[in-house]
């Protein structure tokens, strides 16, 4: 069982950053590969970022290459998103989710566990 809390959301401007955190309980928190999704009003839910057990491995969503970064603390069960370079269509919730499956994607359905969300808002 992993419970998931984001944080770090707010509102900025365009050509801003934020850093989004995952606080996540477990004490197998290294065992499971970690996912940043989002979901704007009235749109899907759509994946974001994904990092694998270790950190090693890091996979983006082609409309956030280069402008975001995943990470993770196994030390301290966290993992975080930094973003940069946000422009409004960034705007939408973001959520935190854990998979204990291997090689994991940016399928909604291979992740077991997702936080509440935290809101970003870019204005223009």
């Known amino acids: 069982q992993v419970h998931l809390v984001e944080s770090g959301g707010g509102t900025v401007q365009a050509g801003e950053s934020l850093r989004l955190s995952c606080a996540a309980s477990?004490?197998?928190?290294?065992?499971?590969?970690m996912g940043w999704f989002r979901q704007a009003p009235g749109k899907e839910r759509e994946f974001v970022a994904r990092?694998?057990?270790?950190?090693?491995?890091?996979y983006y969503a082609d409309s956030v290459k280069g402008r975001f970064t995943i990470s993770r603390d196994n030390a301290k069960n966290m993992v975080y998103l930094q973003m940069a370079n946000l422009n409004p269509e960034d705007t939408a919730v973001y959520y935190c989710?854990?998979?204990?499956?291997?090689?994991?994607?940016?399928?909604?359905?291979?992740?077991?566990?997702w936080g509440q969300g935290t809101q970003v808002t870019v204005s223009s």
């Open positions: 989710a854990a998979s204990s499956g291997l090689n994991v994607g940016p399928r909604l359905d291979e992740y077991d566990y």
């Open positions: 477990g004490r197998t928190f290294s065992r499971y590969y």
């Open positions: 990092i694998t057990w270790s950190g090693g491995r890091t």
